[in-house]
């Protein structure tokens, strides 16, 4: 496959590695300096492109690539609010978009023990809370992972309405603490507090690959798919 790197920083690299060793060829590393360089590209120059640029950017790229007409696998967090406004261009361009939060398997997992433990938990006198741990340079806070985290137990517990990031604080919300660390690739702890235990659930990234290789394997996936996709619809899990 041809893809199109959008967003060229720790992830881009990580993810070219991975195309580059299971076949594919890079048609373009696209960042700040060189962004007029997409212009160039024919829709017919690319399969698919892959885009982890920054909160600020990445809805401007995502409706780039829907109007140019190539399928997008995005994993920049932080643009969300746009999240209604890409879906409708999607399905007026029909167009391929496929969007997640955390690519990794591992963390699919989680998203789905983490929604468990909720159930498990409803009705029971404890706290939720959750701590999430990243890199200094991440510009973004809570992290996407932490806030799909938050609504999966926003969906499955009754007594919490929504979240907090810290210090705010609220009764009936769950309380996100984002702490910003050296080089820490991406931790998250699920919380139940009570007079007398408490009860976490954790997931601890050691590195990239993880992201990464779920992002290029949702890029295999998507081209010839129209509409929006997530790893619900990749993962059989
Ligand atoms: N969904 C998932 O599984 C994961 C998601 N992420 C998310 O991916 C995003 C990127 O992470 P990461 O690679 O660590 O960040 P980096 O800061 O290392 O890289 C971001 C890159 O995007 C470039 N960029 C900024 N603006 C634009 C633009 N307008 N057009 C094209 N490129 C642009 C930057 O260029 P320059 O250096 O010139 O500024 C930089 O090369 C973050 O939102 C992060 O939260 C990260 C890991 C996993
Ligand atoms: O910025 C990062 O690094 C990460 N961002 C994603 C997020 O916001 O959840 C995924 C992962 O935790 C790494």
Redo the contacts with the bound molecule.
């Keep these: 496959m041809r893809i199109l790197l959008?967003?060229?920083?720790?992830?881009?690299k990580t993810i070219e590695q991975i195309a580059v060793d299971r076949g594919h060829s890079i048609v373009g590393k696209?960042?700040?300096?060189n962004?007029a360089d997409m212009d160039k590209l024919q829709t017919a120059d690319v399969d698919v492109a892959i885009e982890?640029?920054?909160?600020e950017?990445a809805f401007?790229?995502i409706i780039y690539c829907l109007k140019k007409g190539w399928p997008i696998v995005c994993?920049?967090?932080?643009w969300l609010d746009h999240r209604a406004e890409v879906e409708a261009l999607c399905k007026a361009q029909s167009g391929s978009f496929f969007y997640?939060?955390?690519?990794?398997i591992g963390v699919n997992l989680f998203f789905r023990l983490n929604r468990m433990l909720a159930r498990l938990m409803n009705g029971h006198e404890y706290q939720s809370s959750m701590t999430e741990v990243h890199h200094i340079?991440?510009l973004?806070a809570p992290s996407?992972t932490a806030i799909t985290l938050a609504e999966g137990i926003i969906e499955e517990m009754g007594n919490v309405d929504g979240w907090k990031l810290a210090p705010e604080n609220e009764e009936g919300y769950l309380q996100i603490l984002a702490e910003r660390r050296g080089e820490v690739p991406g931790t998250h702890i699920v919380r139940y507090e009570s007079e007398v235990d408490t009860i976490e659930i954790s997931h601890t990234a050691h590195n990239?690959q993880g992201?990464a290789l779920?992002?290029v394997v949702a890029a295999e996936w998507l081209p010839g798919k129209f509409g929006v996709f997530g790893m619900n619809d990749l993962l059989k899990i």
Excluded: C, W
Excluded at 30 to 33: F, H, K, R
Excluded at 52 to 55: E, G, L, T
Excluded at 75 to 78: F, L, M, N, P
Excluded at 100 to 104: E, F, K, L, R
């Design positions: 959008l967003g060229y920083g720790k992830m881009g696209i960042d700040v300096q962004r982890f640029s920054s909160p950017s401007e790229n994993g920049t967090t932080g997640a939060s955390n690519y990794s340079h991440k973004d996407g990239r992201f779920g992002a």
